[in-house]
């Protein structure tokens, strides 16, 4: 079994944000009506591909107590009228946010949408009430150019776990 990389990544103020300001048609949403199923759309759309399996075995009571908890805020991009992707934010204690999920569609990877819609999860984590700080993590089954993505909107790597 090959080893996997986990990196972790955080930004300690909106001052490290280098936004990507290109929007490449897509238009990002706040899924107001929360609704488990499509979270867990979303979660296999853009997880496929990258070996998304923690939460596959979860029963609907399991997805719909974390989807539709009042601290997890769903967005949701579009590209002319279909989902393109997504990206959730989980407040957590002392004025954490992490990007719990965040990707595109295979059909919209490697169009330069990634840069805004990462963009869009970061300036949307710095304006809920409280926030210190956004972190994230990805790993070595994620898409080559993620950790790099990350990197260039201004997040710093804090640590690196070998699983």
Request: proline share 2%.
């Amino acid at each position: 079994m090959t080893a996997v990389s986990i990196f972790h990544l955080e930004m300690l103020c909106l001052e490290q944000f280098n936004p990507k300001l290109d929007a490449k048609d897509l238009t990002v949403i706040k899924a107001e009506k929360q609704q488990f199923e499509f979270n867990k759309f979303l979660y296999q759309f853009v997880g496929s591909a990258w070996q998304w399996t923690d939460k596959l075995s979860w029963t609907d009571e399991q997805w719909q107590a974390y989807s539709e908890a009042d601290n997890l805020h769903l967005y949701v991009a579009y590209f002319q009228g279909s989902p393109a992707g997504y990206f959730e934010l989980q407040q957590q204690a002392q004025g954490n946010v992490e990007i719990m999920y965040f990707g595109l569609g295979n059909r919209f990877i490697g169009q330069g949408m990634g840069g805004y819609l990462l963009s869009q999860a970061i300036e949307n984590a710095w304006t809920l009430s409280g926030t210190q700080r956004v972190w994230v993590h990805t790993c070595s089954l994620d898409h080559p150019s993620a950790l790099l993505n990350y990197q260039a909107r201004g997040f710093k790597l804090f640590k690196t776990e070998i699983e």
